[in-house]
């Protein structure tokens, strides 16, 4: 294979990649840091699935900013075919070649005693038309002849057909394609290829084989607080701790679209706005659009709320009329139904068992995992509701 063009500095080790990450305005943690340093060595893609919003496509952007590469991206959708993914011949040139040449293809079939040894002159020519000159590069041809490394980004791979997952499965193992009518195509200079996925289907173990796979999902408080920060949003840190709890709190009510991390900074910034200095229910409610989507979900995460603001908080039956003005509280507990009492939270708590929406959500009619009693799960849930959305939310 070719050598690695000159002027990229490789990371000298998991450290040095989370500084220059972070001075890209990245913030990774050990295993991301760890990952990308391993995928600049090991030349392997690496392959991230998570939830929307947690920095899936920034890292591929920012991991370009920081080697100086360029990025070549591929954005996957249903339907899409290789001619869009990797090369099509380019029928336009053809045309205007054939045309130019004109004569000269007249010469080549002047003297044919008849159709078919014309034909069959002209056949003898086919790979001057079907060479590399008349190849139209899409992303992935286009990331394996470039002459200067990049970063190639799979962005959403999962939104691909299976068959086109197929056809990233030569390039991925051997940073090559094969195209009939020319030849296989190899790299001049290794890419670095990360591909992500939001989970809506099972990728095939052939292509998570193939990659370095991590799993990236929504940040430790700590760090999402860091990321906050990060942004200059003009929220103070008092309450950019606050509103992270507060995030966190609404992740825990599996909604269809839990906030994600652009969402914790967006609504940092409206409040900053505001000039919100606490965060009542109240303010907090008449915001939420900022950070939640769904209709359905808006309705859930203003019930619940109050009862992050302020655990003790009654909650009124009516939507939208939060009165919970305490303070401070682990919002991971606050919220979840355990503390339901005798003043009709039992009830709702009962009705908003998670995933209550999700089959209907999903137009396919079953039923989500009943009966689950609420849950406390203060770490690592977003992973295994984030596995289990997923799975309901497959396409029928
Ligand atoms: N680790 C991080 N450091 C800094 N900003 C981040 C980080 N993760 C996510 N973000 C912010 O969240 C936004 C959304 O991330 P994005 O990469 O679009 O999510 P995904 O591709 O996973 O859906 C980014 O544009 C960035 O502003
Ligand atoms: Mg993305």
Known sequence: MTEQAAPVAEFSDVEDTRTRFRDAGYLADDRLATTVFLLSRLDKPVLLEGPAGVGKTQLATSLAEVTGRRLIRLQCYEGQDETKALYEWDYGKQMLYTQILREKIGQVVEDAADLQEAVERIAQQDSIFFSERFLAARPLLEAITSEEPVVLLIDEVDRADEALEAVLLELLSEFQISIPEVGTI???????????????????????RRCLHLFLDYPEADRELEIIRSKDTGLSEALATRLVEIVRGL???ELRKSPSISETIDWARTLAVLGVEELTADVLSATLNVVVKYERDLEKARRALPGMVDPNATVPDSLGHGHGHGHGHDADHAHDGTDAGPDGRAVRAAKDQPGRH??????????????????????????????ARSARKRPV
């Open 251 to 253: 992740r825990d009510l």
């Open 186 to 208: 190899r790299a001049k200079t290794l890419p670095y290829v990360v591909l992500t996925s939001n989970n809506t289907r099972d990728l095939s173990a052939a292509l998570k």
């Open 358 to 387: 999700d089959a209907a959500y999903a137009g396919n009619g079953r039923s989500s995992e009943e009966g689950r009693p609420p849950k406390v799960v203060p770490t690592g849930q977003g992973e295994r509701s984030f596995a």
